[in-house]
C-alpha cells in the first residue's frame, strides 16, 4: 500500500524532531484566489532579479547624472508700473493719451516676434557653432578641462575637441539650401580655417578676423582658438526658426498676483548666454516702451501744431472786427447780464474746442464704438446744447449790445483757446524729450554658478526608485511566465500520484559539489551532514520506500524522472545510503548508459559496469564493486555502449536485475530521464516499486504528466513522486508539505 502524503511517514519524521504531527495538506480554499503572502513569494523568489535591475537603473542614473550637459538657469525682473512716465503737473496730460497697460498684455509684447527677433538680430543667434565632442563621455571631459589652453588630443581623435576650444562667428551667410544643415568648421594652421558642406565638401578658406567666401556662402570668424584639425559644428538657422526656438525656451510669468512684476527667465547650456539673452530683451524691451510712449506724445504734438496757425489766424480776424466796431460804433456798455452770458459762451467754447482735441487723440488709439469716444460724443452734445440755449438768450438783447457782446466773445475765446493749445504743445515737447515710460528694470539677469539641471540626487534617487518598481514588475512577469510546479499539492492534484517527499534545498550539497569540481567525487549528503533538512526529507523517503516494498512484486526501486539535470542521482545515492544505515543490503545500479555519474557519488571508476556485463565481457561479481558503506554494493553504467536501449530492454538485463534481487535486500536503478529516451521505460516495469522525480519550479505540469503517460503506457506502475531542490525561501504563503520542516538538534 502506498502511504498518502502527510500520512506515517511524516508524523514518524514530526516525532523523530520532537514537533507534533503536521497538518494534512490544505490549499487554500479557492485555488485562483491570490493572497498577500503570494506577493510577497514573488518578492522573495525574484529578490536577485530586482537587486540586479535596481543595481543597472542605479548605474544608468548615475552615468546620466555625470554625463549629462548641466542646464543653467538665468532671470531678470522687469516692473510695469500702473502710471505712466511724466511729472506730476502733466498727469492730467498723461491720462488723455495713454493708460496703464495690464501684465497679460506686456507678457504677450514680451513674447512678440518684433521684441524677440531684435534679440537674435543683437546676438546673432541663428549661428550655431561649437566643438565636436567624442560621443557620450565627450562633454563630460571637456567641462573637467580647467586650463584656459585647448586640451591635448587622444591619438586618432584629433578632429574631437576635448576642451578649451571657442569659436565665435560675428556673421555668417549661407545660400538657402544650407540654410539649418550642419556645416562643418576645421581649425588650420597660423589662424586659419576650413569651411565644409554637410558632404565633406570645402565650401571656403579664409582667416580669423578677415571675411571669406566662397561658393555663395560667407563667413567672418571673430575668435578661433583650438588645435589645428580640431573640427567644430555651424549651422545657420532660418531666422523665423531661431525667433520660435527663442519663444518657445523663453519663460515669463508674474510674480505674485497683479504686482506688475515680470519674471523673465531662460535655461541654457552656456550660462553667459542665458545671461546674455534676458540682458538683451530686457533691455529691447524698456526701450521700445519708451519711444511708444514718446511716439504717442509726438502724434498729439503733430495735431496740436496743425491747429495752432489757424486759431492763430482766428484770434487776428476776431480782434480786428472788434476794434473795427469799436472805431465805428464807439465804445458800448454792456450790462452785468450781458457780461454774465459772454463768459459763460467763454467757458463754452473753450470746453468744446478741449472736447474736439480729446476726441481727435482718441480717435488716433480707438474705434468709433469704444466707450471713451461714446463718452466725449455724448459730453459734446451736452455742451452744444447748451451753447444753443446761450444765444436764444443773448438774441433778446439790444442790437448794439448784442453785437458788441458776440465781437467781444469771439475775441476772448479765440484768444483762450490759443492759449491753451500753445501750452500744451509745450507740454507735449516736455514729455516727448522726458518720457521714462511705465517699464523699468528691477533686476539684471545674472550668469549662473549652478546647474538647475539635472538635479543629481533626484536623478539617482529617481534612477534607484525605477530599477526597484522595473525588478519587481520583471519578478512578477516571470512569475507569470513561469509554468513550473512547486506546489506539492497542486502536483498531486493534477497528476493523481501522491507526492512522498519533498527535498530541500540544501546548500550544503551545492557547496560540497562545487568543491568537487569537474570530474571530482561528490559527498553524499547523508554521511557528511545528516542533520541537513534534505536528508531528514530523504529519510521521510525511506520509510515510504519500506512500506511500498511491504507490499511490491520485487525488491527492485527504480529512480527515474522526466528531464536531465533534476538530481535523480543525488536522491538515488542518498536513499541507498539511509537505506542502508537502516540495516538493509543495497545494490545499487547505474542504468543510465548514456550520462550516469553514480560513481562520482560511491566511489569507483565508471568501468566495468552494466554494459560490460550485459555484453559478457565481465561478470556480475567482478563488476559489483565494494563502497565506503559495507551495506552497498555499486553496479555502474560501464563502458558507454552505442546501443543502451537495446541492452537496457534484453533477457540478459532483466535476469541481471532476478540475480541482483536474490543477493541483496534492496535493488536502487537509476534510470535515464525519460521524455529524453525511452530506455527508463523499459526498466521501470521490471522493478516493483517505481519513484519519479522532479525538480521544483523546473517542470511544467503538461511535461510531469507526459513523463508519467510514458511510464504507465510501458505497464510501469508510478508509486510516488519526489519532489527535489524545494526551495523553503518560497512559497510563504502556502500551507504545502514541504512547509514543515524543522531544525531541531
Same mark, same amino acid.
Given at each position: 500500500?502506498?502511504?498518502?502524503?502527510?500520512?506515517?511517514?511524516?508524523?514518524?519524521?514530526?516525532? &523523530?524532531?520532537?514537533?507534533?504531527?503536521?497538518?494534512?495538506?490544505?490549499?487554500?480554499?479557492?485555488?485562483?484566489?491570490?493572497?498577500?503572502?503570494?506577493?510577497?513569494?514573488?518578492?522573495?523568489?525574484?529578490?536577485?532579479? /530586482?537587486?540586479?535591475?535596481? =543595481?543597472?537603473?542605479?548605474?544608468?542614473?548615475?552615468?546620466?547624472?555625470?554625463?549629462?550637459?548641466?542646464?543653467?538657469?538665468?532671470?531678470?525682473?522687469?516692473?510695469?508700473?500702473?502710471?505712466?512716465?511724466?511729472?506730476?503737473?502733466?498727469?492730467?496730460?498723461?491720462?488723455?493719451?495713454?493708460?496703464?497697460?495690464?501684465?497679460?498684455?506686456?507678457?504677450?509684447?514680451?513674447?512678440?516676434?518684433?521684441?524677440?527677433?531684435?534679440?537674435?538680430?543683437?546676438?546673432?543667434?541663428?549661428?550655431?557653432?561649437?566643438?565636436?565632442?567624442?560621443?557620450?563621455?565627450?562633454?563630460?571631459?571637456?567641462?573637467?578641462?580647467?586650463?584656459?589652453?585647448?586640451?591635448?588630443?587622444?591619438?586618432?581623435?584629433?578632429?574631437?575637441?576635448?576642451?578649451?576650444?571657442?569659436?565665435?562667428?560675428?556673421?555668417?551667410?549661407?545660400?538657402?539650401?544650407?540654410?539649418?544643415?550642419?556645416?562643418?568648421?576645421?581649425?588650420?594652421?597660423?589662424?586659419?580655417?576650413?569651411?565644409?558642406?554637410?558632404?565633406?565638401?570645402?565650401?571656403?578658406?579664409?582667416?580669423?578676423?578677415?571675411?571669406?567666401?566662397?561658393?555663395?556662402?560667407? %563667413?567672418?570668424? *571673430?575668435?578661433?582658438?583650438?588645435?589645428?584639425?580640431?573640427?567644430?559644428?555651424?549651422? !545657420?538657422?532660418?531666422?523665423?526658426?531661431?525667433?520660435?526656438?527663442?519663444?518657445?525656451?523663453?519663460?515669463?510669468?508674474?510674480?505674485?498676483?497683479?504686482?506688475? %512684476?515680470?519674471?523673465?527667465?531662460?535655461?541654457?547650456?552656456?550660462?553667459?548666454?542665458?545671461? =546674455?539673452?534676458?540682458?538683451?530683451?530686457?533691455?529691447?524691451?524698456?526701450?521700445?516702451?519708451?519711444?511708444?510712449?514718446?511716439?504717442?506724445?509726438?502724434?498729439?504734438?503733430?495735431?496740436?501744431?496743425?491747429?495752432?496757425?489757424?486759431?492763430?489766424?482766428?484770434?487776428?480776424?476776431?480782434?480786428?472786427?472788434?476794434?473795427?466796431?469799436?472805431?465805428?460804433?464807439?465804445?458800448?456798455?454792456?450790462?452785468?447780464?450781458?457780461?454774465?452770458?459772454?463768459?459763460?459762451?467763454?467757458?463754452?467754447?473753450?470746453? *468744446?474746442?478741449?472736447?474736439?482735441?480729446?476726441?481727435?487723440?482718441?480717435?488716433?488709439?480707438?474705434?468709433?464704438?469704444?466707450?471713451?469716444?461714446?463718452?466725449?460724443?455724448?459730453?459734446?452734445?451736452?455742451?452744444?446744447?447748451?451753447?444753443?440755449?446761450?444765444?436764444?438768450?443773448?438774441?433778446?438783447?439790444?442790437?448794439?449790445?448784442?453785437?458788441?457782446?458776440?465781437?467781444? &466773445?469771439?475775441?476772448?475765446?479765440?484768444?483762450?483757446?490759443?492759449?491753451?493749445?500753445?501750452?500744451? @504743445?509745450?507740454?507735449?515737447?516736455?514729455?516727448?524729450?522726458?518720457?521714462?515710460?511705465?517699464?523699468?528694470?528691477?533686476?539684471?539677469?545674472?550668469?549662473?554658478?549652478?546647474?538647475?539641471?539635472?538635479?543629481?540626487?533626484?536623478?539617482?534617487?529617481?534612477?534607484?526608485?525605477?530599477?526597484?518598481?522595473?525588478?519587481?514588475?520583471? *519578478?512578477?512577469?516571470?512569475?507569470?511566465?513561469?509554468?513550473?510546479?512547486?506546489?506539492?499539492?497542486?502536483?498531486?492534484?493534477?497528476?493523481?500520484?501522491?507526492?512522498?517527499?519533498?527535498?530541500?534545498?540544501?546548500?550544503?550539497?551545492?557547496?560540497?559539489?562545487?568543491?568537487?569540481?569537474?570530474?571530482?567525487?561528490?559527498?553524499?549528503?547523508?554521511?557528511?551532514?545528516?542533520?541537513?533538512?534534505?536528508?531528514?526529507?530523504?529519510?521521510?523517503?525511506?520509510?515510504?520506500?519500506?512500506? =511500498?516494498?511491504?507490499?511490491?512484486?520485487?525488491?527492485?526501486?527504480?529512480?527515474?524522472?522526466?528531464?536531465?539535470? /533534476?538530481?535523480?542521482?543525488?536522491?538515488? *545515492?542518498?536513499?541507498?545510503?539511509?537505506?542502508?544505515?537502516?540495516?538493509? &543490503?543495497?545494490?545499487?545500479?547505474?542504468?543510465?548508459?548514456? &550520462?550516469?555519474?553514480?560513481?562520482?557519488?560511491?566511489?569507483?571508476?565508471?568501468?566495468?559496469?552494466?554494459?560490460?556485463?550485459?555484453?559478457?565481457? !565481465?561478470?556480475?561479481?567482478?563488476?559489483?564493486?565494494?563502497?565506503? !558503506?559495507?551495506?552497498?554494493?555499486?553496479?555502474?553504467?560501464?563502458?558507454?555502449?552505442?546501443?543502451?536501449?537495446?541492452?537496457?530492454?534484453?533477457?540478459?538485463?532483466?535476469?541481471?536485475?532476478?540475480?541482483?534481487?536474490?543477493?541483496?535486500?534492496?535493488?536502487?536503478?537509476?534510470?535515464?530521464?525519460?521524455?529524453?529516451?525511452?530506455?527508463?521505460?523499459?526498466?521501470?516495469?521490471? @522493478?516493483?516499486?517505481?519513484?519519479?522525480?522532479?525538480?521544483?519550479?523546473? !517542470?511544467?505540469?503538461?511535461?510531469?504528466?507526459?513523463?508519467?503517460?510514458?511510464?504507465?503506457?510501458?505497464?510501469?506502475? /508510478?508509486?510516488?513522486? %519526489?519532489?527535489?531542490?524545494?526551495?523553503?525561501?518560497?512559497?510563504?504563503?502556502?500551507?504545502?508539505?514541504?512547509?514543515?520542516?524543522?531544525?531541531?538538534?
Amino acid at each position: 500500500m502506498t502511504p498518502k502524503p502527510g500520512g506515517p511517514a511524516l508524523e514518524m519524521v514530526a516525532e &523523530r524532531r520532537g514537533a507534533p504531527p503536521p497538518e494534512p495538506a490544505y490549499d487554500g480554499g479557492d485555488g485562483d484566489e491570490v493572497s498577500l503572502s503570494e506577493y510577497l513569494d514573488v518578492l522573495v523568489q525574484g529578490r536577485w532579479l /530586482i537587486a540586479g535591475a535596481a =543595481a543597472v537603473a542605479l548605474v544608468l542614473g548615475v552615468s546620466y547624472a555625470l554625463l549629462a550637459t548641466p542646464v543653467y538657469r538665468s532671470d531678470a525682473l522687469v516692473q510695469v508700473e500702473d502710471k505712466k512716465g511724466g511729472t506730476g503737473a502733466l498727469g492730467d496730460l498723461s491720462a488723455l493719451f495713454s493708460e496703464a497697460s495690464p501684465a497679460e498684455t506686456e507678457m504677450e509684447i514680451l513674447r512678440s516676434r518684433s521684441l524677440v527677433g531684435s534679440v537674435v538680430d543683437t546676438l546673432k543667434l541663428e549661428i550655431t557653432a561649437e566643438p565636436r565632442r567624442f560621443p557620450v563621455v565627450g562633454r563630460f571631459l571637456a567641462r573637467r578641462h580647467k586650463d584656459g589652453a585647448p586640451a591635448s588630443a587622444l591619438p586618432g581623435f584629433g578632429r574631437f575637441g576635448w576642451g578649451g576650444e571657442k569659436l565665435t562667428i560675428g556673421r555668417l551667410s549661407v545660400p538657402e539650401d544650407l540654410e539649418g544643415e550642419p556645416l562643418t568648421l576645421e581649425a588650420r594652421e597660423g589662424g586659419r580655417f576650413a569651411l565644409l558642406d554637410p558632404d565633406g565638401e570645402p565650401l571656403l578658406e579664409g582667416a580669423v578676423g578677415a571675411a571669406a567666401s566662397g561658393r555663395r556662402t560667407e %563667413v567672418f570668424v *571673430a575668435e578661433l582658438v583650438a588645435r589645428p584639425g580640431t573640427q567644430f559644428r555651424v549651422s !545657420h538657422q532660418p531666422r523665423d526658426a531661431a525667433i520660435a526656438a527663442l519663444q518657445e525656451d523663453l519663460r515669463i510669468s508674474e510674480k505674485g498676483k497683479k504686482t506688475g %512684476v515680470l519674471q523673465l527667465a531662460l535655461e541654457d547650456e552656456d550660462p553667459a548666454r542665458a545671461a =546674455a539673452i534676458l540682458d538683451a530683451l530686457s533691455s529691447a524691451y524698456l526701450r521700445q516702451n519708451v519711444e511708444r510712449k514718446s511716439a504717442e506724445a509726438e502724434k498729439t504734438l503733430e495735431f496740436l501744431e496743425t491747429q495752432l496757425p489757424e486759431l492763430r489766424g482766428k484770434l487776428d480776424v476776431a480782434e480786428r472786427d472788434l476794434e473795427t466796431y469799436r472805431s465805428a460804433k464807439g465804445s458800448v456798455d454792456v450790462s452785468m447780464e450781458t457780461q454774465a452770458a459772454l463768459t459763460r459762451a467763454v467757458d463754452i467754447e473753450k470746453a *468744446a474746442s478741449e472736447l474736439q482735441l480729446e476726441i481727435a487723440s482718441l480717435r488716433q488709439r480707438f474705434t468709433e464704438d469704444h466707450p471713451l469716444l461714446i463718452a466725449a460724443r455724448q459730453k459734446m452734445g451736452r455742451l452744444e446744447e447748451e451753447r444753443r440755449n446761450l444765444e436764444a438768450r443773448m438774441r433778446k438783447l439790444p442790437e448794439a449790445e448784442l453785437e458788441s457782446a458776440r465781437r467781444l &466773445r469771439d475775441v476772448k475765446v479765440a484768444n483762450e483757446l490759443y492759449l491753451t493749445l500753445l501750452n500744451k @504743445a509745450q507740454e507735449l515737447k516736455v514729455v516727448k524729450e522726458g518720457t521714462v515710460g511705465n517699464v523699468r528694470i528691477l533686476d539684471a539677469a545674472l550668469v549662473p554658478l549652478k546647474p538647475v539641471a539635472p538635479k543629481r540626487g533626484a536623478v539617482v534617487a529617481l534612477a534607484l526608485l525605477l530599477g526597484l518598481a522595473g525588478g519587481v514588475a520583471l *519578478a512578477f512577469v516571470r512569475r507569470a511566465l513561469d509554468q513550473g510546479v512547486e506546489d506539492p499539492d497542486a502536483l498531486e492534484r493534477a497528476t493523481g500520484v501522491g507526492v512522498h517527499a519533498s527535498v530541500p534545498h540544501s546548500t550544503v550539497e551545492v557547496a560540497a559539489n562545487r568543491a568537487a569540481g569537474r570530474g571530482g567525487a561528490y559527498p553524499v549528503l547523508a554521511r557528511c551532514d545528516p542533520n541537513d533538512l534534505a536528508v531528514e526529507a530523504l529519510r521521510s523517503l525511506r520509510t515510504s520506500v519500506q512500506f =511500498a516494498l511491504l507490499e511490491a512484486s520485487s525488491n527492485v526501486v527504480t529512480v527515474g524522472g522526466p528531464a536531465p539535470g /533534476i538530481g535523480k542521482s543525488f536522491v538515488t *545515492a542518498n536513499l541507498a545510503y539511509l537505506l542502508a544505515e537502516a540495516g538493509k &543490503r543495497v545494490a545499487v545500479v547505474d542504468a543510465d548508459l548514456r &550520462r550516469g555519474h553514480l560513481h562520482r557519488f560511491l566511489g569507483g571508476e565508471r568501468a566495468p559496469g552494466v554494459s560490460d556485463v550485459l555484453s559478457g565481457q !565481465h561478470t556480475l561479481a567482478s563488476a559489483l564493486r565494494e563502497t565506503t !558503506h559495507e551495506k552497498i554494493g555499486l553496479l555502474t553504467t560501464g563502458t558507454i555502449p552505442p546501443n543502451p536501449a537495446e541492452l537496457l530492454g534484453s533477457e540478459r538485463f532483466q535476469r541481471l536485475l532476478e540475480e541482483l534481487s536474490a543477493q541483496w535486500d534492496v535493488v536502487v536503478v537509476d534510470t535515464p530521464p525519460i521524455l529524453a529516451v525511452a530506455d527508463a521505460a523499459l526498466i521501470a516495469r521490471q @522493478a516493483g516499486v517505481n519513484l519519479f522525480v522532479v525538480k521544483a519550479g523546473k !517542470h511544467p505540469i503538461r511535461e510531469i504528466q507526459a513523463g508519467l503517460r510514458a511510464l504507465t503506457r510501458s505497464g510501469a506502475r /508510478i508509486h510516488g513522486i %519526489v519532489m527535489n531542490d524545494v526551495r523553503l525561501d518560497r512559497g510563504l504563503g502556502r500551507r504545502s508539505a514541504y512547509h514543515y520542516q524543522y531544525s531541531y538538534k
